[in-house]
Structures are given as C-alpha cells and as structure tokens.
C-alpha cells in the first residue's frame, strides 16, 4: 500500500523501488539467513527485521557490507546506530516511553513496582533505564519476574505466585503481544486482575498496536498503558478505512481485527522515507557504479529526510525516530480509553479517573499498614493514638500523595529465646490460604514501635519522633523501719565528723588567740580545755556568753557564724523534709534482688522486652509472664510472686508513666536504672524507598513545637514520653554530703590558720627575736610556753576597752 501511494502520488518520480521480500519465518537464524541472501544480491537497503533479537544479526551483516538496515519494530535501547552507523531505526526505542511511565508511578504515590518481562533482547533492553526512572522518583524495584518467550499459560502461572505473595500489588509489563497476551490470560486465573492490583503495560503491549492482544482483553480490564499517539488526519482515517476494507477482501471477518497498528504506520512511513531518498540521490548524481558509495550517500540522504507521514511527523534524531506525544490509555471491556496525554516537553497531563482492575474507581494498590488491634480499651491505646496521630501529619508533608489502608495484625508467634529478640514477629505473618503458605508482608508498621538493634535486620526504621526506654515497675511500702536515729539522716557521716572537727578546731583557735589577753580564756588546763569546747558548740545556737578581745579572733568567729548559719538552715530544712514527708520503700531495687530470690517477672506481651529480659537481664523463660496492659499489670503486683502474680513488670517507660498515672505511685514506684532504646518509630520493609521521605517529614512535624506539642497534650496530661516524667517519688531523700559545704569549710580553714600563724609569728618575734641571746631549741620552747602562759597588761582584760590588731 505505501508502494502504490507513493509512486501514485508521485508520478513524475524517475525512480522507483524494486521491493525484494523474504521471509525470516520469526527465526533469529532465518533472518539471519534470508538477510545474506540479499546482500549477496547486491541490494542498497534491508528494511525490517521486525523483532531486535533478529535485528542484532542482521545489523551485523549490514554493517559489515555496509548496506544500510532499516527497521520499523525492533525498539529494543540497545540496538543504537551509534555503535551500528549502518542501522536506522524508523521507530520510537523503547526508552521513549519510560519518563511517562515513571510520571504515572509518580502520581499516584506508588514507591515499588514490580517489572514483569521477557528474557529476551526486546525485554531486557528497558531494564536500565526504567530503573534510572524509579530511581528519580524514589520507587523502589523489590522484585523483577522473568518470563521465558516460550512460557506457557501454566509456567507463567508459577512464576505469578512468587509476586502474588508480595507486599507490592504494582506492576509494569513489557513484552511482546504473543507473550503478553498469555501472561494476562494466567494474571485472571491467579486472582491478580482485582481490586487492589495496578497494571502498566508499555506500548509492546498496546491492545490498538497489534491485534492479537484484542483475543484477551477480557483478561485486560483495569490495565493503565502507553503508546505512541498518530496525529489523527482525513489521510490517516481515509487509510484506515482502506486497510478494512483490504483485510476483509482476504476473509479477515473480524471487525476487531482490522486495527492498524502503529507499527503499520511506522512501516508505511518507511517505504515513503526510502523512496523519497532513492529519488534525491538521483537528482543529486550521487548514483554511481561503486555500490559503497552509493549506500553511504542513501544512508545520509535516509538519515537527513523529513516529511509529514501517516503516523505523524517524520524526523529522524541520532538515527530513530524522533520522540513525541505518548498516548495513556485503560482497558475498559472492549475498548481503550484515552485519559491523558505525555509530552516531552510538558510532561503528563491531568489524568482522567480510570478504572481499576475488579471494576472499581478506587485507586489499587494501596499502602499496606500494619497496626495494633485496636479492640484494647485500656490506657496504653493513647500512645497508639499518639503514634497515629504523628503519622498523619507526616502524611501531609510527604512530596507525594500516599493511598494508604490500615490492617490490624495478628501475632501468632511460638517464641525462644533467640526469636523473642531477633523476629520482628507482627511484620511477618503466616497464613495458610487454599492455594499455598504465603509469607504475608506490611508495607509498613504504624504503632508504638520500638527501635531495637536486632529489629534493623529485617526492617528498616524512621527517624524516632518520642523517646523511649525501659524500666521496674514494683509494689510500694512503708518504711517501717525503726529509726530513732533519724535526726542523723539530713547530714551524711563524712559531713558530721567534719563539722564536729571544725567545732574542736575553731574552739582551739579561739582559745589559743586569747589565751594571753583574755582571763576568761585562763585557768587550770582542765578550764581551759572546758572553756574553748563550750565556746565553740555554743555559737551553733549562738548562746556563747564570753567575749572575745582579740580582732584575729573575731575576724575568724565572723567567718564561722556565717558557716554555722548555713549549716543550721540546711540541717532544719532537710530534717523537716524527712519528718513531714511520708516516705515510700520499693518492695525491690532492682532485677538482680529479683533473680536472687527466684521471683515471677511480667512484661508488656507481644513485645521485645521479653527478649531483652532473657539476653540482656538473664531471666530465665520459666520465670516470663505476659501481661496486656494496667488491669492486669496492677493485678499481677498486687499477688505478688508466690500468689499467681509477679514481683515486678518491666515495660517501656512511657507505660510505666501511664499505670502510675491512672494508680498514682503511694502503691507503686518505677524503680531500677534505664535500659535504653532509640525511642517509638515507624518500621518498613528493608530498603524501602519511604524511610527518607517519611524520616524527613518527621523531622518536620517535633520541630513545629505547636504542632507537636498539641498532639502530646491531646493524649496525655503531662509529659509521659520522657523517663524524667515518671510520677514515682524518689525512694530516699539525698543527704546533704560534704561536697555540699566543701568551699564553707576551706575558707574557714584559711582564715583559721591565718590568724594562728599571725599569733604565732607575733609570740617569737616578741620573745626571741627582738632580744639578743642563745638558747637551745628546748629552752627556746620552755621560755616560749611561760611567755604563752603569762597574763597580758590587764589592759587587755574583757572589762577595759577592746584593743587593737595586734
């Protein structure tokens, strides 16, 4: 037909083409074949082979005899005429198409897909670039499934069961009519053409491309496709019209398989190209006897022609045909349903609503969530709620629209030791189907989710949006304790021995400042030592009744009633303390005390402190009791161990904080150090494409203080995701230490020892030194004790006036 167009509409062309055909029999050594046949007969120009494993062999040869290998279907990426300058592609490569694909992908928030494809040169060819494609958007391939070119409806069936199972339900088709039409007659036995499922088919597949796949659109409803669009003209539609008209002439009684395909038009358009360029060689006396030349000249001439053909413009870019407008479509019963258009240089239009698989206008393939029952009715639903609630406001930052469905999952998990702490058990769970055992996967789990090491080995976690940690709950009690000696706690014993030093200190400086001037500070050595101690604990009440003469020895007293006033108030106001406050005792301290004596244990059920309990504290299985939130936490400790319950729960602190806000902590306390996490998360699949997306709009949302913080205080009355926020009372008052009155005591230590030193170096230096004469060193002392012992001018006496520094 494209023959008789062209001469008819050329008929003052002076050349004509001679149009030798031969048959590959779709056999990649058969085309090879035929193909060395006409080269052998000296032809300028091959047009075909139809499919890119053929076109390898044929390309080879061409290029080898340099005759230039024209092909209007072998749309395969890696056939380039870049590396093959003898070949042209009169097509659009399949690369084409990739950047729509990845827009559709894109809009409806899909973050995997699974490629479904031939092991062929055709289906192979794409892999490359539409992972660059996935890549860019942040979509993740899980999964490629490989269908052999001559699979079976059967084969292909096993090899749908390997995907069936999968979380991802998006999936990408690109092969050939013959293999395509067979995988979607196995899709619909397999139950993978409902609701829930989403089905791309590239341009290969096209039920307008190539009839064939018209013999199973039934199997085809829902699927979403792209394909290269034909300007839509008088010519195209009066050609069309001849086609079925032609077709039917040879008894092709199918109306709906009368369709042109657009490789019909890319090889109408092909023959017009040649023949244009045989015609401008000629004018161009480019024809000569070297057959060479002559090819090289009609390649170029080929490669430079542009016209407007059937299907559109022809422009010939880097070898093929220059890419335009894409088409996408979905199969609706018999027909294909434009709902946008793609542009190189506009991109995706607006989509029209289209029709899933299982009839339904509801968009597949959603995000499958795992979460919590939720028949709990207890106060540990808040930090769910919490959790949900941070969930989705990270949804409204996300770059992209997300269609989500929570699932409620079940756990049915026998544990070990080694499992309670390494399986991530609710993200994994069996069930038994009456086709097979499928392993059924989340495509994410929303919850009070801790992040735990050993958890990263089969999940991938966010950023953490709250704290965490875990901690003791146990049984409080009375101090019953008998405690006479109760005045003595406000003061630790290294801070009472030192203050009593310092009274006995202070006392000798005193007395020994003035022991000369001062007749109280004189008398017999039992006086004197009765004199100093009583002057000395009476400035603690400040009842001391002698007065001081001596300015060292006031300057040091100023320093100590400033220490004994310190001392005083802080002693009154801890003993206060002690006697008003009504002091609670933990019935334990901590796990060691309970694995001594050989005590139950319980834990919040389903969660990874059992392992942590076993790996990390050494409990022993036997010992374990789960339990499922506080009704039955308060139950359990108010047993105890030896009745049914247990001697304490361990759990994560944010919990803990919530029983004892519901009991109030005069029955329990949260005792024991803090065994850390990394605080609640949201768990993926591993190298899901969402962990950045979400981490960062996580970020976003404990940043925005309002935003989060009015989440926190919808739930809870205080701040209960912090271990500092738990209502327990301390279990015992700190002492007052000497490390409290540490920089007290050194300052008056120097000004003590000061004022000796100056009262000493005033003794010698009256005695000895202003006098001229030997002593030995023990008469030296013995003169220096009766000088020490004699009584000053009674000027000096406490009734005559104060005298000065001396």
């Known amino acids: 037909m494209a023959y008789q167009d062209f001469y008819q509409r050329h008929p003052h062309y002076k050349t004509r083409l001679t149009l030798q055909t031969r048959d590959s029999e779709q056999n ?47 749309t395969s990426p890696s056939l380039s005429s870049t590396q093959k300058p003898y070949f042209i592609r009169t097509a659009r490569d399949d690369s ?69 199972c999968m979380a991802t339900k998006v999936f990408l088709v690109h092969m050939s009519s013959e293999v395509g039409c067979k995988l979607f007659l196995a899709a619909k036995k397999s139950g993978m053409m409902a609701k829930g499922y989403a089905w791309i088919v ?91 030349a002559t090819n090289t000249t009609l390649l170029n001439t080929i490669l430079a022609t542009k016209f407007h ?133 989340y495509d994410a789990v929303v919850g009070d989710v801790t992040i735990v090491a050993n958890r990263s080995n089969y999940v991938d976690f966010t950023m953490p949006f709250s ?27 290294d801070l009472w021995l030192t203050t009593g030093a310092a009274f006995i200190f202070i006392g000798f400086i005193v007395w020994f400042i003035e022991h000369r001037s001062n007749s109280e500070f004189r008398g017999t050595p039992k006086n004197q030592l009765g004199m100093a101690l009583w002057f000395s604990f009476s400035t603690l009440v400040f009842a001391h009744r002698e007065r001081v003469v001596n300015n060292w020895s006031r300057f040091v007293l100023i320093i100590w009633f400033f220490v004994v006033l310190i001392i005083t108030q802080s002693y009154t106001a801890s003993l206060a303390s002690i006697l008003t406050v009504q002091k609670l005792q933990p019935a334990f301290m901590d796990a060691e005390e309970i694995k001594r004596n050989n005590y139950l244990v319980g834990y919040h059920q389903d969660s990874f402190v059992r392992g942590l309990l076993i790996e990390k504290l050494g409990f022993k299985e036997s010992k374990l009791k789960g339990y499922d939130g506080p009704e039955a936490y308060q139950h359990a400790l108010s047993l105890g161990s030896n009745n049914g319950g247990v001697a304490a729960i361990f759990d ?53 203080r309002t935003t989060f913080d009015g989440i926190k205080k919808k739930y809870f009355s205080s701040d209960v995701m912090s271990e500092d926020a738990s209502t327990s009372m301390a279990l015992e008052s700190p002492n007052l230490t000497l490390k409290s009155f540490g920089g007290l005591y050194i300052i008056t230590l120097l000004t003590s020892l000061l004022a000796l030193t100056v009262r000493l170096f005033k003794m010698i230096h009256s005695k000895f030194i202003a006098r001229d004469f030997q002593r030995s060193l023990s008469e030296m002392m013995i003169e220096l004790e009766k000088h020490f012992n004699k009584e000053e001018s009674s000027l000096h006496s406490p009734q005559n006036s104060t005298p000065g520094m001396e």
């Not at 469905?405 to 009456?434: A, D, G, Q």
């Not at 940690?469 to 014993?493: C, T, Y």
């Not at 949260?670 to 190298?687: E, I, L, W």
Request: net charge neutral.
């Open 28 to 74: 990649v050594v058969t085309a090879a074949s035929v193909a060395q046949e006409l080269l052998n007969e000296k032809v300028h120009a091959i047009i075909g082979p139809q499919t890119s494993e053929q076109a390898w062999f044929v390309i080879e040869l061409g290029s080898k005899a340099q005759v230039p290998v024209i092909s209007f279907s072998a």
């Open 96 to 164: 084409s198409q990739v950047e729509a694909i990845s827009d559709i992908v894109e809009v409806y928030g899909w973050r995997e897909i699974v490629p479904i494809y031939e092991d062929t040169e055709y289906g192979n060819g794409l892999n490359l670039y539409l992972h660059d494609a996935f890549v860019n958007i942040g979509t993740r391939v899980p999964y490629r499934c490989v269908i052999g070119p001559h699979f079976g409806v059967e084969e292909i069936s096993k090899e749908l069961e390997k995907v069936k």
């Open 202 to 292: 590239t341009e290969g597949l096209s039920a307008e491309v190539d009839p064939m796949i018209l013999k199973c659109m039934d199997s085809m409803q829902g699927v979403l496709g792209v394909r290269p669009r034909p300007n839509h003209s008088k010519r195209l539609e009066n050609f069309k019209e001849r086609w079925k008209v032609l077709l039917s002439g040879k008894g092709n009684n199918e109306s709906n398989g009368t369709n042109v395909t657009i490789f019909g038009l890319w090889a109408y358009d092909t023959v017009w190209a040649l023949a244009k360029a045989v015609e401008n060689v000629w004018k161009q006396n480019a024809l000569s006897q070297n057959h060479n």
């Open 309 to 441: 053909g059937l299907s559109g413009s022809f422009h010939l870019v880097k070898g093929q045909l220059e890419p335009s407008t894409l088409e996408v479509f979905n199969v609706v019963e018999q027909s294909e349903r434009s709902i946008a258009n793609w542009m190189p240089e506009r991109g995706l239009s607006k989509l029209k609503q289209p029709k899933w698989p299982g009839n339904t206008t509801e968009p597949p393939a959603k995000l499958r969530i795992g979460i919590p029952p939720t028949n709990s009715v207890n106060e540990f639903k808040k930090v769910l709620n919490f959790s949900f609630d941070v969930f989705f406001e990270a949804l409204k930052i996300l770059p992209f629209p997300l269609h989500y469905e929570f699932t409620p999952y079940k756990i049915h998990v026998i544990y070990t030791s080694r499992m309670s702490n390494n399986i991530f058990p609710f993200f994994f769970i069996l069930f038994l189907s009456t086709s097979s055992l499928c392993m059924q996967r």
């Open 467 to 493: 704290e965490s940690g875990v901690a003791m709950l146990v049984l409080a009690k009375h101090d019953e304790r008998q405690n006479i000696w109760i005045f003595l706690k406000p003061f630790s014993w």
């Open 652 to 704: 994560e602190i944010v919990f803990i904080n919530l029983f004892l806000m519901k009991y109030g902590s005069k029955k329990y306390q949260m005792v024991g150090p803090t065994y850390k996490t990394d605080g609640f998360a949201f768990a993926f699949p591993r190298n899901s494409p969402l962990v950045p997306y979400f981490s960062r709009a996580i970020t976003n949302v404990t940043e925005n």
